[in-house]
Each structure stands twice: as C-alpha cells, then as structure tokens.
C-alpha cells in the first residue's frame, strides 16, 4: 500500500504531466494565433464550430459548456474577420447559424492539424492500451468536473 505522501507525489507528477502535455500541444497553435492576433478562444470557436457546422449561437454556447459573455466577443472578431460566417434559421430569423468560411476552414484545419499530428505521433508511440487509458483518464477527467 502506498503512503500518503508518495501517492501525494505521485498525484503532483501527474498535474505536472498534465500542464508539461498541453502545454508542448498547444505551443505551436498559441505562436501561430499570436501571430494573429488572437487566442486559444478564437481556436476553441473555430474548432467547435468546424465539428458543429450550422449550429446555433446557443448550441455552440452549449456544446463548448462555456457563458455567452466568454464567447461574444472573440465570436463577433472572427465573424468580422471573415473567418465565421453566419445566416438566419429558414424557420426562426431570430436564431443565427454558424458555420466556417473558406479561411475560416483553412486557419482551423492549420492549428488543429498540428495537434491531431501530435496526438497520433504519441499515440502510435505508446500503443493502443495506452491510448485508450488516457481516453478512458480524460473521460472521467471531463465527468468529475461536471459534478
């Protein structure tokens, strides 16, 4: 059995694994947006809406489980910027629908690609076990914060 101040270390070596991890997979994207001139929320908009073509504001709001204040902002430069395009529901001109114009697209797949290389890099490197007990982590990760 192990003590509790060992299992204490070995818990701190995995947030350190943690913020080491997405920190080495987001350093690419981050330089890439900074150079410009936006954030991860800009990458986290195009990717979820990338995946959610046509959704609502209030879908993108839910499926991204974050507050329309957090999203208004950055949403309303990539649409100025021509990145997000939108258009009226054909049955509710109340609801906008959201979906990624061509360069929109383009600087999505460019940031994302890079991460999906990495992904599959370590996954292929670490072997299928491996990879479904980090899905399986990350899974359960993403159930307690929803408690």
Known sequence: MVDQKTREQQLNHALEAMHFGFRALVARP?????????????????????????????ELLAVMRVSKQYLHRPLKRLIDDGLVATTRDTRDRRIKRLSLTRAGAGLESELSGDQRKRFAAVFRQAGPQAEQGWREVMALLVQSGEK
């Not at 890439?32 to 990717?47: D, F, K, N, P, T």
């Open 30 to 58: 981050d330089q890439r947006l900074a150079e410009l001139g936006y954030s991860r929320v800009h990458h986290r908009i195009l990717y979820f809406i990338g995946r959610n073509s046509g959704c609502s504001v209030n």
